[in-house]
Nanobody
Framework: QVQLLESGGGLVQAGGSLSLRCIAP????????MAWFRQAPGKEREFVAA??????YYADSVKGRFTVSRDNAQNTFDLQMNNLKPEDTAAYYC???????????????WGQGTQVTVSS
């Protein structure tokens, strides 16, 4: 069974930074779309950022604050989050798919999530 494993969540004060990592061992993801989504309690899962073979995408709410990157040789996918705000508090999920709408939460493969909490 394909597994995506997230790490790096935690508690941080507003204005602080966190870095999330997604490890995707066991197969090659080089041509897959890789994305981060987040879900706050009582809300729908929302798109955060994605990297495809040719492009990088960000949700408007995180542009200029978050940076996404991938290392195909190491099968890792990172999300650097700076200037965090209380509204960034959510469970963050790594996802992968071979093709499709990069911002839709219909990805084929998902991690179990890592919690990010930003205090005011």
């Amino acid at each position: 069974q394909v597994q995506l494993l997230e790490s790096g969540g935690g508690l941080v004060q507003a204005g602080g930074s966190l870095s999330l990592r997604c490890i995707a061992p066991g197969r090659t993801w080089i041509r897959h779309n890789m994305a981060w989504f987040r879900q706050a309690p009582g809300k729908e899962r929302e798109f955060v950022a994605a990297v495809t073979w040719t492009n990088i995408y960000y949700a408007d709410s995180v542009k200029g604050r978050f940076t996404v990157s991938r290392d195909n040789a190491q099968n890792t996918f990172d999300l650097q989050m700076n200037n965090l705000k209380p509204e960034d508090t959510a469970a963050y999920y790594c996802a992968a798919q071979p093709w499709g709408d990069v911002s839709s939460p219909t990805y084929e493969y998902w991690g179990q999530g890592t919690q990010v909490t930003v205090s005011s």
